[in-house]
């Protein structure tokens, strides 16, 4: 989630990078079955006719979408723009899946899901943010790092670190892709990094242990980018991870806009939105007899039918109801569905009356000369603190972006913390286990104006928590006073996607230790079962430079509607076809 580039792409990497040839080849050209075969017999996957004997060209097909997210309403969108008939059926009661805002108490709007966008070089979704005015971030300034004492460091040596840290990263891109094949599967991302650490500062250099350590340390907030842990960072994988060249961009202005441009053309394409379906079994085409059509009972007994289905639902969500398939989903897919990881990463907003943290902090008692002066803006980190001993033991890393320094027309005095694996299980276990309220939700806003006192001393305990859980961190900032009461939080709102079983208890997908094929199991999921008539698509089938992002799910349903599109012999989307994407490589 950080505002680094991650992409390494220089001309020479490109012709050989195996993630630019698969964006080459599922972007650039239309996606026929000549060019999806080809990619899939290079990856040794097994793959019948994109084009279905059982497609009836005559006919106005009717389309099947399960989930209403990024990927769902692309597809929807696209497919309704050929003259499909298409019927979207959601879980929630609302469009956006992942992607939608809540209020916090001090009146702004923030982002639950993603925050991000991911390279700015021919990426749709960037585009599509610069036509609806959405207002993006990228800090220019150096993170704040604070060292395990509490301690800021010097402006010098969190840019030297942060450099020796993110060159790793680099070098480890490239190692991977180069090296995959010969990798063992249980190294990790961690492991390279100790290697790399000790080379790029040698024993010979004064206090090389202390900083050895402190470029660990900083390594670990990579967690931050895939909702899992470093040493659980698949290193033969890890190139799968490397994202579209340019800035990665903070969505100041949420993903509001975004979402409603896309909303548009699906509601007023006249798609059949049924909000509050929730998907309990799918037939295939081979197992309802001689209709050629897919079947889908919802958990009300309520029957539809279709002649193709696209499934959108989360990759936790597949992992938990592989059994709802019928016929049973083949033996590659499945292994495919179970192989790939599902992060963690969880979002805390922490308002205040005043962002504090921007003013400088000039106070002569300060013992850390470093902190003279300093502000916070951006970025800020507190590396595997030892000062929180009795409310973080395990001494989890944190990290903040802070938004009172965003553009002014949406700035407002928060600090949002991303959490994640054994950290943002035990922060929103404990959330949850101060409610009386054991109903699956996506987040918890600490507003202390609840409907009843009961509410109201519920929101009241939970907000301390989080307030008590992150003080050790935030007491540290610039300017901070323990007697000022603009240092006093004022309100904040915790996500809560690990118990959201319809987000699939998590994130998005990651490629962790213990992977053998990473890169077949991501193309097996991108073909689905054509045969079946059930299609896949979401972030986590995405042409490989954007797994895991808005524009991999935007993407992908783009591209598994132009196949089924396809199949029935329509043609592209005017705007949307090859010459489009000949600037994206």
């Known amino acids: 989630m950080d505002a680094y580039s991650m992409s390494v792409a220089s ?19 239309t996606v026929s079955s ?10 040794g996957i097994l793959n019948s006719s994109l084009k279905s004997s059982t497609m009836d060209s005559t006919k106005r097909p009717h389309v099947g979408i399960v989930g209403a997210g990024m990927a769902g309403l692309r597809s929807a969108g696209y497919l309704l723009e050929l003259g499909f008939q298409v ?8 469009l956006g899946g992942r992607i939608y805002q809540e209020k916090l108490p001090n009146g702004h709007f923030v982002d639950m899901g993603a925050n991000w966008i991911h ?12 036509e609806t005015g959405t207002i993006m971030t990228n800090w220019d300034g150096d993170a704040a790092v604070f060292d395990e004492h509490g301690d800021i460091l010097s402006v010098k040596d969190s840019e030297r670190y942060s450099t020796i840290m993110w060159n790793i990263i680099a070098e480890a891109f490239q190692y991977s892709d180069k090296h995959s094949a010969d990798i063992d599967s249980n190294r990790s991302l961690l492991d390279f990094f100790k290697e790399k650490v000790a080379e790029q500062i040698p024993e010979t250099e004064e206090d090389y242990a202390r900083k050895r350590k402190i470029v ?5 907030l990579w967690g931050a980018f895939v909702g899992s842990p470093v040493e659980k960072q698949s290193l033969k994988f890890f190139w799968l991870e490397e994202c579209l060249d340019g800035e990665n961009l903070f969505c100041s202005g949420t993903y509001r806009k975004i979402m409603e441009k896309i909303v548009t053309p699906v509601v007023d394409g006249g798609a ?3 909000l509050q379906t929730r998907v309990a079994e799918i037939f295939g085409k081979s197992s309802t007899g001689s209709s050629n059509t897919v079947k889908v009972k919802t958990t009300d007994n309520q029957y539809y039918e279709f002649d193709e289905l696209v499934l959108t639902t989360p990759l936790g969500w597949l992992k938990q109801n592989l059994q709802a398939f019928h016929p049973p989903l083949p033996p590659r897919l499945t292994t495919a569905i179970q192989s790939i990881g599902y992060g963690c990463l969880e979002k805390v907003y922490i308002s205040f009356p005043k962002a504090f943290w921007l003013e400088p902090d000039a106070s002569s008692n300060n013992n850390n000369s470093n902190k003279n002066n300093r502000t916070v803006k951006g970025f800020c980190q507190w590396l595997s603190p030892s000062y929180a001993s009795s409310t973080n033991p395990s001494r989890w890393t944190n ?3 802070e938004l009172g320094s965003i553009d002014s027309s949406v700035a407002h005095p928060t600090l949002l913390f991303y959490i994640y694996g054994a950290e943002s299980e035990y922060v929103t276990s404990k959330v949850r286990s101060l409610s009386s309220s054991s109903s699956s939700s996506s987040g918890f806003s600490a507003d202390k104006n609840g409907s009843t006192p009961s509410d109201q001393n519920e929101a009241a305990a939970q907000h301390q928590f989080l307030y008590d859980f992150f003080k050790p961190y935030y007491s540290l900032l610039p300017s901070y006073s323990p007697t000022d009461p603009n240092c006093q939080p004022s309100g904040c709102l915790a996500t809560d996607w690990l118990h959201d079983d319809l987000a699939g208890n998590g994130s998005y997908c990651n490629f962790q230790v213990g992977l053998q094929e990473g890169d077949k199991d991501i193309l097996a999921m991108r073909h689905g079962v054509p045969e079946e008539g059930v299609w896949m698509a979401g972030e986590h089938t995405a042409t490989f430079v954007a797994l895991g992002t808005v524009t991999g799910a935007y993407w992908s349903g783009e591209d598994v509607a132009r196949r089924i599109a396809e199949g029935y012999g329509r043609g592209v989307v005017a705007g949307a076809g090859a010459g489009e994407r000949e600037a994206a490589v």
Do not use: P, W
């Not at 990497?13 to 050209?29: A, E, F, G, P, V």
């Not at 390279?119 to 610069?130: D, V, W, Y």
């Not at 660990?216 to 670990?220: F, G, H, K, S, V």
């Open 272 to 274: 059949d939105i049924k």
């Open 87 to 94: 019927t979207i059926l959601e879980a929630r009661d609302r």
């Open 216 to 220: 660990l340390q900083m390594a670990e």
């Open 11 to 29: 001309a020479s990497h490109k012709s050989t990078s195996r993630i630019y040839q698969d964006l080459k080849t599922s972007r650039l050209h």
């Open 119 to 130: 390279g700015t070089k021919e990426n749709s979704i960037f585009q599509l943010a610069k």
């Open 399 to 401: 990290e903040i972006v």
């Open 34 to 43: 000549f060019s999806f075969d080809k990619l899939s017999s290079r990856f």
